[in-house]
């Protein structure tokens, strides 16, 4: 078996890669998603709310993790705050999620990898990039500007340390079939390589 950490640019199409991936047979898991499931805890919520406010997670969810967002992105401290709350317990569900997997491959996307410290369970980790403009165009839907995604990254790793770390490198510079190509040559890589 075989466990892979992606990560990557924001924007980059680390959804696409994913989806060819599952669609090739390959286990998917999103730390994305555990993390935020994490906010729902009660201990979590208690600890968040000693800091941010009674009532902060009052509301509906989708704006309650917009609110999360801001906080964490507005300084230092308050990423540090959240890092302290989430991260180990996200990166500790997300390694029995890949234990209990029946895949020969299971792919990890986890956006801040780099920053939370590889474990020691990840196998490899790829890093899907792409230029700056297009990662603005892709992320339009979500009302980022490039503004937004430069204060974002600001706080993480500079990128070319991450793709010097990274065993496998994909950069997204052309059309969406060309990218999706991509996936599906380094999932084949990928799966011989889980089953030897």
């Not at 994490?38 to 704006?63: H, I, L, P, S, Y």
């Not at 991260?87 to 569900?93: D, K, L, P, R, V």
């Not at 895949?103 to 920053?115: A, K």
Request: overall charge neutral.
């Amino acid at each position: 078996m075989l466990t892979v950490g992606l990560t990557g640019d924001v924007g980059a199409g680390k959804s696409t890669l994913c989806r060819v991936f599952a669609a090739m047979g390959a286990k998917i898991l999103d730390a994305d998603t555990v993390a935020r499931d994490m906010w729902r805890c009660g201990d979590v919520q208690r600890q968040a709310e000693a800091r941010w406010g009674a009532g902060f997670f009052k509301g509906e969810w989708k704006n309650v993790l917009s609110k999360i967002a801001d906080k964490i992105f507005s300084s230092e401290e308050e990423y540090k705050f959240a890092s302290s709350l989430l991260h180990s317990a996200t990166m500790n569900e997300l390694k029995t999620l890949a234990e209990s997997s029946a895949s020969d491959l299971t792919i990890v996307e986890i956006p801040l990898l780099y920053e939370c410290g590889v474990p020691g369970w990840i196998d490899g980790v790829i890093y899907a990039a792409a230029p700056l403009e297009k990662r603005v165009e892709r992320n339009a839907s979500r009302n980022w500007n490039k503004s937004e995604i430069l204060r974002r990254e600001a706080k993480l790793m500079p990128r070319e340390e991450k793709i010097r770390r990274a065993d496998w490198f994909l950069e997204n510079t052309g059309t969406a079939d060309e990218w999706e190509a991509k996936a599906r040559e380094l999932c084949g890589i990928l799966l011989i390589k889980s089953k030897a």
